[in-house]
């Protein structure tokens, strides 16, 4: 195939996955606004999504290890708690306190809020020398 037809079928697929990608989110965002209108628990209804998460992520390693019988990975718990323990309590406040926000907050702020945070995460990066400027 030549070159400007490969060209333009991934540039075609990654515009296709693009779009998915944003029908999804603004899907996912007016759900839960809708949600939020009469289910007054938005903590609640962000633990049991996590532990769903939890249960289908441990089957789909176990899938994968019957699939391709290499053994899978074991973490101690001194690395849960000081590698994955912070990363996971932000996710789910991250995740929580965004559906909470729905309670209190119109569509259109919490997307500007929610975009505006790639900005902080460049900010601190920067000031606690984790990236050059």
């Not at 296709?16 to 903590?43: C, Q």
């Not at 406040?93 to 929610?114: A, E, H, Q, R, V």
């Amino acid at each position: 195939m030549a070159w400007p037809v490969q060209f333009l079928l991934r540039g075609l697929r990654t515009i296709g996955l693009v779009l998915l990608y944003y029908v999804f989110s603004i899907g996912i965002t007016f759900y839960n606004k809708w949600l939020m209108k009469d289910f007054h628990y938005p903590l609640f209804m962000t633990l049991v999504h996590l532990a769903i998460n939890f249960c289908l992520s441990a089957l789909t390693r176990q899938a994968m290890q019957c699939w391709t019988g290499k053994p899978r990975i074991i973490l101690s718990w001194g690395d849960y708690l000081r590698k994955v323990a912070p990363t996971a309590l932000a996710t789910a406040l991250d995740i929580g306190l965004s559906n909470w926000s729905f309670l209190f907050i119109t569509i259109s702020l919490y997307t500007m809020t929610k975009s505006s945070a790639v900005l902080f995460i460049l900010f601190f990066s920067l000031v606690f020398k984790l990236e050059e400027p």
